[in-house]
C-alpha cells in the first residue's frame, strides 16, 4: 500500500501529462504532478451524481501530514452534505465592494433606488451619492469582498474618514482651481449611512444575508444651530446694498433677499420657475423640492418683488442665467465674493432658512406653522393644515417676511415685540402688520391673533 509522505511527494517526477499518486490509506486524498513539475495535494468525491476535485495546496507549503489533516475534514464535511468545491468556485467569484457599488449605481440612474418617501433619488443627491462612493467608499474598502465585510470593517471606514485619510485636492470642470474633499464627522456619518444603504441592497440581491452596517455606532453630527441677530440682519442688508451697486450681482443679491424672506432652501430659490409662482394664491407650489412637492405660503413682501420682476420676465425661470433658458448657476461663486472678508462671512443659505424659522418661533408662531411655511414633512398633518388654514399660514408668511425686510431695511422696531406679555407682543405686531400691509389695526390685530 501506497502511503503519501515527503519521499514519494519529492520523488514524484514530471510527465507528458498531468498525474495523480493517490493515497491507499485514505480513499479520494491525492498529489498531483503536473508537466510542469509542480506538484498539490488534492481530494477526488462525488456530489449530486458528479466527480468533483477540491485542490488543498502546492507541495513545499504543504507537508503531506498537514494535507491529510486537511483532506480528512474536508472529506468529513462531504459526508455531511457539503461540497467544498462548489463553494471555493463562488468564492472566487465573489464580488467586490467596488463590484457592488457600480450594481448600485446603475439601478441608481434607473431610478430604481428609492430614497425618501419611496421616491427615486433626486439627481443632486445622486451626485453627492456617486462622489461618497468614488472618493471614500471605493478607495478605502472597494478591493474587499462584499461577503467578507464584518462590522469592524465598517468602523474603520468609519474612523478612517473621520481621520482625513481620503482627503484628497480634486479638479473638477464646474469649479475653477480645485476642489477640496476633507473628510471629517458630517461626511463620515452619512458616507456610512450609505454605505448602510448599499449593503442593504445586497442583502435584496442576495449577495450577502446580513448587513455589517447595523449597529455601528456613528458620531453625532453638528447641528448647525447658526441664527442672524437682528443686528446682523441690518449688516446683511447693507452688504447686499452695497453688493447690488454692481450690476453683475443684482440677480443674486435678489436670491439672497428672498431666501431670507422666505426660508426656502438655495436650490428652491435658484431653480424657481415662473410656473411655480402663485400670486393669486400668494404661495409658491414646488414641483420638487426636498420633501417631493410642496406648498409654501409667501408673504406680501415676496409678492411684490415677484410681481415687479414677472413685468420683465424673459423665460422659465425667475432667476434667468445665460443660455437659451437656464436658471442662474453664478450663485455660489458670488456667495463667496459678497460675504468675503466681510462680518457675515461664516454664514450660508441654510443660515438664512434657519434664521427665518427663528424670527418666526421668536414671534410666537408654533411649530406646525414654522414647519408648513419652510416646507418641513410632517406628514399629514402639515399637508391639511396647508390646505385648510392658508390664511392663517399667508398671514403668518406676512408677518415674518414683513418683520425680516424690515429688519435688512433697517428699520426699528419697539422692544414691546419681544415682551413676555402674550397681549403686549400681539398688539405690537398688530401694529407692525397694520404699517407693512396698510390695513385698519383691527382688522390686523384680528388675523394676527388667529394665526398665532
Known amino acids: 500500500m501506497t502511503k503519501l509522505n515527503k519521499r514519494i511527494a519529492d520523488a514524484a517526477e514530471a510527465r507528458d501529462k498531468d498525474y495523480v499518486i493517490w493515497d491507499d490509506e485514505l480513499p479520494g486524498f491525492g498529489l498531483r504532478v503536473f508537466t510542469s513539475g509542480k506538484r498539490s495535494y488534492l481530494i477526488q468525491y462525488r456530489s449530486a451524481g458528479r466527480s468533483r476535485r477540491y485542490t488543498i495546496g502546492q507541495h513545499g507549503v504543504w507537508t503531506p501530514e498537514l494535507a491529510r489533516k486537511e483532506a480528512k475534514i474536508q472529506l468529513g464535511r462531504i459526508a455531511q452534505g457539503d461540497n467544498p468545491a462548489e463553494e471555493r468556485q463562488l468564492d472566487h467569484k465573489a464580488i467586490t465592494v467596488k463590484e457592488l457599488c457600480d450594481l448600485y449605481f446603475a439601478d441608481l440612474k434607473a431610478g430604481l433606488i428609492l430614497g425618501k418617501g419611496g421616491r427615486p433619488k433626486k439627481a443632486s443627491t445622486i451626485v453627492t451619492d456617486t462622489g461618497r462612493i468614488n472618493r471614500h467608499i471605493v478607495p478605502l474598502i472597494g478591493t474587499r469582498r462584499v461577503k467578507d465585510l464584518v462590522k469592524a470593517d465598517v468602523n474603520?471606514?468609519?474612523?478612517?474618514?473621520?481621520?482625513?485619510?481620503?482627503?484628497?485636492?480634486?479638479?473638477?470642470?464646474?469649479?475653477?482651481?480645485?476642489?477640496?474633499?476633507?473628510?471629517?464627522?458630517?461626511?463620515?456619518?452619512?458616507?456610512?449611512?450609505?454605505?448602510?444603504?448599499?449593503?442593504?441592497?445586497?442583502?435584496?440581491?442576495?449577495?450577502?444575508?446580513?448587513?455589517?452596517?447595523?449597529?455601528?455606532?456613528?458620531?453625532?453630527?453638528r447641528v448647525r444651530n447658526r441664527r442672524l441677530t437682528e443686528a446682523e440682519y441690518r449688516v446683511l442688508g447693507g452688504i447686499l446694498r452695497k453688493a447690488a451697486e454692481d450690476e453683475k450681482y443684482r440677480i443674486t443679491t435678489d436670491i439672497i433677499r428672498q431666501i431670507a424672506l422666505t426660508g426656502c432652501r438655495r436650490s428652491e430659490m435658484v431653480n424657481l420657475r415662473w410656473i411655480e409662482a402663485d400670486m393669486e394664491a400668494?404661495?409658491?407650489?414646488?414641483?420638487?423640492?426636498?420633501?417631493?412637492?410642496?406648498?409654501?405660503?409667501?408673504?406680501?413682501?415676496?409678492?411684490?418683488?415677484?410681481?415687479?420682476?414677472?413685468?420683465?420676465?424673459?423665460?422659465?425661470?425667475?432667476?434667468?442665467?445665460?443660455?437659451?433658458?437656464?436658471?442662474?448657476?453664478?450663485?455660489?461663486?458670488?456667495?463667496?465674493?459678497?460675504?468675503?472678508?466681510?462680518?457675515?462671512?461664516?454664514?450660508?443659505?441654510?443660515?438664512?432658512?434657519?434664521?427665518?424659522?427663528?424670527?418666526?418661533?421668536?414671534?410666537?408662531?408654533?411649530?406646525?406653522?414654522?414647519?408648513?411655511?419652510?416646507?418641513?414633512?410632517?406628514?399629514?398633518?402639515?399637508?391639511?393644515?396647508?390646505?385648510?388654514?392658508?390664511?392663517?399660514?399667508?398671514?403668518?408668511?406676512?408677518?415674518?417676511?414683513?418683520?425680516?425686510?424690515?429688519?435688512?431695511?433697517?428699520?426699528?422696531?419697539?422692544?414691546?415685540?419681544?415682551?413676555?406679555?402674550?397681549?403686549?407682543?400681539?398688539?405690537?405686531?398688530?401694529?407692525?402688520?397694520?404699517k407693512a400691509v396698510g390695513e385698519p389695526l383691527a382688522d390686523a390685530e384680528q388675523d394676527l391673533r388667529f394665526a398665532a
Open 156 to 221: 474603520k471606514v468609519l474612523k478612517d474618514i473621520m481621520a482625513g485619510k481620503t482627503r484628497v485636492s480634486l479638479k473638477t470642470k464646474k469649479l475653477r482651481g480645485k476642489a477640496i474633499v476633507r473628510g471629517g464627522v458630517g461626511t463620515a456619518t452619512r458616507t456610512v449611512g450609505l454605505l448602510g444603504g448599499i449593503l442593504t441592497y445586497a442583502i435584496e440581491a442576495g449577495i450577502i444575508e446580513t448587513n455589517p452596517a447595523h449597529g455601528i455606532r456613528k458620531p453625532k453630527d
Open 282 to 434: 400668494s404661495c409658491l407650489r414646488l414641483a420638487d423640492s426636498k420633501e417631493g412637492a410642496s406648498t409654501r405660503a409667501i408673504g406680501l413682501p415676496v409678492m411684490e418683488f415677484l410681481e415687479t420682476q414677472c413685468t420683465a420676465r424673459t423665460g422659465t425661470y425667475v432667476f434667468p442665467g445665460q443660455g437659451d433658458d437656464n436658471p442662474f448657476g453664478s450663485f455660489p461663486n458670488h456667495w463667496e465674493k459678497i460675504f468675503r472678508n466681510s462680518p457675515l462671512a461664516d454664514i450660508t443659505p441654510h443660515v438664512l432658512r434657519h434664521s427665518f424659522a427663528s424670527i418666526a418661533n421668536d414671534l410666537g408662531f408654533t411649530e406646525v406653522t414654522i414647519a408648513a411655511l419652510v416646507g418641513h414633512s410632517k406628514g399629514s398633518v402639515t399637508s391639511k393644515y396647508i390646505h385648510t388654514l392658508d390664511t392663517a399660514l399667508i398671514m403668518a408668511a406676512d408677518t415674518i417676511s414683513g418683520y425680516i425686510q424690515g429688519l435688512l431695511d433697517g428699520v426699528e422696531f419697539k422692544q414691546t415685540a419681544y415682551a413676555l406679555d402674550r397681549d403686549s407682543r400681539k398688539a405690537a405686531l398688530a401694529r407692525f402688520l397694520c
